[in-house]
């Protein structure tokens, strides 16, 4: 009761969490392979929300130095791991579906119940 | 320069990645590789030098201190697995000179060699790291790396488990970061000595994100490690590999996980962080299941590499065992078992290699009377095999005797029974291997001629021996990795 309230009174880790969940749900249910990595880059964008959204305090600027006193500076390190978290999405995405491409020239099928069929 | 040692030891093989395939190209790739492996087991020695007498080697990356910078550390324990992964890595290199260009496309080879050394930087660089987010893009670095091993044999099989494999690590890596972000959430840092200092208190007041973060990286970091039930990609990935990928994936990449949990918990999640919540006793209860299950899968398998996949699960499993346990004498058995089972499943997948190498065949029944056309290789077989069931003067025994011990120093005999019956168990699917190799006849025998290629054969010999030699002298490691225990426990 207690975190549900906690959790509409902050949307954006709401949001992210449910992102995270959909992501995980379609990448380990779904037998498509397109449709994991869509997953995949689902679960990995509800990440970089919570991340950003941890940063961030109510009204605070960009954190560039010379705005004047008191005022509040957005977290630059979780942007500095988030860039770095895209990197490595993109990568990783860009590698599984160069995978996928090949594997369909091979068995002309994205299913892996059917893949995992055609092999022995 | 000897100050610069941390960051060498990942930066040297990541340079070599890179310059591979521009300077590599006609054959000079595996010179490339091999000068590079070998001047990496060098650094690592020389910190293994610096830091048995306990000292810890520091570095700050770009000389930003922490907790702004990256910080790396080398104690003696990082220093010990680096040289040992490293010396398995110039095996394996050597191993792969010959047996690689006759398993890939000419047009891939050297770019497997620039994927090796890229992995070797990723196990270096989760080795050293003293940063969470810098643990983390380094577990990425490596497990990229370990796909494209796997993948690079351009067929059917190989393709299907890498795709499998790489789809568990990113839910893996999934996990990791949001745990991460988690810590960073209530404690604002990333370093792992300021993580230590601040998880008491934010413990204390946000129980349930500390609770979630734990089970996150512990998750993440089982599934890396094919920690049983989370085992299902190896046996494809490990089996379908090319043999020195095999080799190194099953010595030495599931091990990196267990190193990162290993030190997430004995350093972060230490005293009152964990003591309301039962990981230990998770890890233990998952570690019986793979040690009993990875044996039973492992009897029933046809095929060489994948029994021997399957033995990993349950080798995997008795590292978490001791792990979970906790006390001295156990975690002293599993680390002692994270090198020797490095040593010897390397060597195992590169008799295998050769066998398949030699003759063309895979079947455990193919290996019938193989021992009149390949004596030396099916002698290391064999004690390969002694040391994975436990005989005596194996360095098998060795570990799993302390393991032994650590069950028995806990107060849990029962778990002392479930070795002793998993060391039965791989008796029942190694030894009928041994018997036929030595006994049995061959249904077709290979060709005539020498053994394999002296560069095949040679490398497997000196890993075979070493594991006789820490077998029958295991003081200098256990006295060393007794230390480390006693350091990690802080006692």
């Not at chain 2, 046996?235 to 095999?246: K, N």
């Amino acid at each position: 009761m207690e975190i549900s309230l906690g959790l509409f009174l902050r949307l954006n880790y709401l949001v992210a969490i449910t992102l995270f969940l959909i992501g995980l749900h379609t990448m380990l249910t779904h037998s498509n392979l397109i449709k994991k990595v869509m997953g995949m880059n689902i679960m990995e964008t509800g990440i970089f929300l919570f991340l950003v959204s941890i940063g961030y305090a109510r009204q605070s600027l960009a954190p560039i130095v010379d705005q004047g006193d008191g005022v509040i500076y957005a977290n630059p390190l979780v942007s500095a791991i988030v860039l770095t978290g895209i990197v490595i999405a993109v990568s990783t995405t860009a590698y599984t579906l160069s995978m996928i491409v090949k594997l369909y020239e091979r068995c002309g099928t994205l299913d892996v119940d059917r893949l995992e069929r055609l092999r022995t | 320069m000897l100050k610069h040692l941390p960051v060498l030891l990942t930066v040297m093989p990541l340079a070599g990645a890179f310059l591979v395939p521009v300077f590599g190209r006609s054959g000079r790739g595996h010179r490339m590789a091999l000068v590079t492996v070998a001047v990496t087991l060098l650094a690592a020695v020389t910190m293994l030098g610096i830091t048995a007498g306990g000292e810890v080697l520091r570095y700050r990356v770009g000389d930003w201190p922490p907790p702004w910078g990256i910080e790396l550390r080398v104690d003696a324990l990082g220093a010990l697995l680096a040289s040992f992964f490293a010396l398995v890595y110039l095996a394996v290199t050597i191993f792969a000179g010959r047996d690689i260009p006759g398993e890939l496309n000419p047009a891939s080879v050297h770019w497997y060699w620039s994927l090796l050394l890229l992995l070797l930087a990723g196990i270096n660089g989760v080795v050293t790291a003293h940063d969470l987010f810098n643990l983390f893009v380094f577990t990425e670095v490596f497990s990229l790396a370990a796909c494209g091993i796997i993948s690079i044999r351009d067929r059917l099989d190989s393709l299907e488990a890498a795709i499998k494999y790489l789809i568990l690590s990113a839910v893996a890596a999934g996990c990791i970061l949001l745990g991460i972000a988690l810590v960073y959430m209530v404690t604002g840092h990333l370093n792992l000595s300021y993580l230590a200092a601040e998880l008491p208190m934010a413990a204390r007041l946000y129980p349930k994100n500390v609770l979630a973060m734990v089970a996150l990286l512990t998750t993440g970091f089982a599934l890396k490690s094919a920690l049983f039930p989370l085992h299902v990609w190896l046996p494809d990935a490990h089996s379908s590999a090319p043999s020195p990928s095999s080799a190194l994936l099953s010595g030495l990449v599931v091990k990196v996980g267990i190193v990162a949990l290993i030190r997430l918990f004995t350093t972060v999640f230490t005293g009152p962080v964990i003591a309301a919540l039962p990981v230990p006793v998770f890890m233990i209860v998952m570690a019986v299941g793979g040690i009993i299950f990875g044996a039973l899968f492992a009897m029933t398998q046809r095929d060489l590499k994948r029994m021997l996949a399957y033995s990993t699960v349950t080798q995997v499993g008795y590292i978490y065992l001791g792990f979970g346990l906790l006390n001295e004498t156990a975690l002293t058995g599993a680390l002692l078992h994270i090198i020797n089972h490095a040593l010897l499943k390397s060597m195992l997948f590169m008799c295998a290699g050769l066998f398949i190498h030699r003759t063309g065949k895979r079947r455990i029944a193919d290996m019938a009377g193989l021992a009149r056309h390949m004596p030396l290789t099916m002698s290391c077989f064999t004690i390969g095999a002694m040391a994975m069931v436990g005989i005596p003067v194996t360095n098998g025994f060795v570990s799993k005797w302390h393991l032994v011990l650590g069950t028995l120093h806990g107060g849990q005999p029962l778990l002392a029974g479930v070795i002793l019956l998993s060391s039965l168990l791989s008796s029942i699917y190694y030894f009928p291997v041994v018997v036929a190799g030595w006994f049995g006849h061959p249904a077709s025998p290979p060709p005539p001629g020498p053994e394999g290629p002296p560069s095949m054969v040679w490398p497997i010999v000196a890993l075979a021996s070493l594991c006789l030699i820490l077998g029958v002298w295991p003081h200098l490691p256990l006295r060393l990795l007794g230390d480390v225990a006693r350091t990690l426990l802080g006692r």
